[in-house]
Each structure stands twice: as structure tokens, then as C-alpha cells.
């Protein structure tokens, strides 16, 4: 069992950054492999990006590659999301969530516990 809390989240303008930490209060974190996404309103919740149980693999989505590091420092059991260049597209409540697999898919069905999310307003 996890207990997710994200963090991190804020209104900055577009160009800028933010961190976002995903933390486990049960610190049982490390026992799973942990996927950001990300629901803009009125849209479809998005992969943004994965990392494995051993931290050694990390997957993006297409919208962020190359703007987005995730992260994990196992000893804190915490995941986090680097995001740099932020655009104003990049708006959404972002979610940390475990996997159920070693890896950390792209499909939001794959996994089981979700934090209450961290709001990302990035203005133009």
C-alpha cells in the first residue's frame, strides 16, 4: 500500500520551471515502478513520464521529451518531475501514480494508487 502526495506545483510563466515531488507517507515507495500524467480540463488524462523500480529507465511522452526529467531518490521514497520550458499547453493537474508492473507504462490502466494531484498553471 502507498500513500501518494504530490507537491511542487505552482503558476509560473511560460520558459520557466518547476519540480514536482511525488512522496509516499508509508514509504513503501521504492517497491514500485511510478508514472506521472497529467488532465488538462476537458481532456483525456496524458502520460507524461515513467520511471522504473530501479530508477535505471525512464519514458516520456511525445509533448514532453526533451523538456522533462523524471527522477527518484529511493532513500526518501520520493519520485520527482523535473519540468523545464514550460508552455502554456503544459496547463493540467499532474498525478503521480504506482505501477503494477517493474516497468512503468504509458496507459493509466496499468496502474493502481494515485495521489490527489499538484495543479501546473503556466501562463504565456
Known amino acids: 500500500q502507498v500513500q501518494l502526495v504530490e507537491s511542487g506545483g505552482g503558476m509560473v510563466q511560460a520558459g520557466g520551471s518547476l519540480r514536482l515531488s511525488c512522496a509516499d507517507s508509508l514509504r513503501t515507495l521504492r517497491r514500485y515502478a511510478v508514472g506521472w500524467f497529467r488532465q488538462a480540463p476537458g481532456k483525456e488524462r496524458e502520460f507524461v513520464a515513467g520511471?522504473?523500480?530501479?530508477?535505471?529507465?525512464?519514458s516520456y511522452g511525445e509533448s514532453v521529451k526533451g523538456r522533462f526529467t523524471i527522477s527518484r531518490e529511493n532513500a526518501r521514497n520520493t519520485v520527482y518531475l523535473q519540468l523545464n520550458s514550460l508552455k502554456p499547453e503544459d496547463t493540467a493537474v499532474y498525478y503521480c501514480?504506482?505501477?503494477?508492473?517493474?516497468?512503468?507504462?504509458?496507459?493509466?490502466?496499468?496502474?493502481?494508487?494515485w495521489g490527489q494531484g499538484t495543479r501546473v498553471t503556466v501562463s504565456s
Open positions: 501514480a504506482t505501477s503494477r508492473g517493474l516497468a512503468a507504462a504509458p496507459y493509466s490502466t496499468e496502474y493502481d494508487s
Open positions: 520511471i522504473s523500480l530501479g530508477g535505471d529507465i525512464a
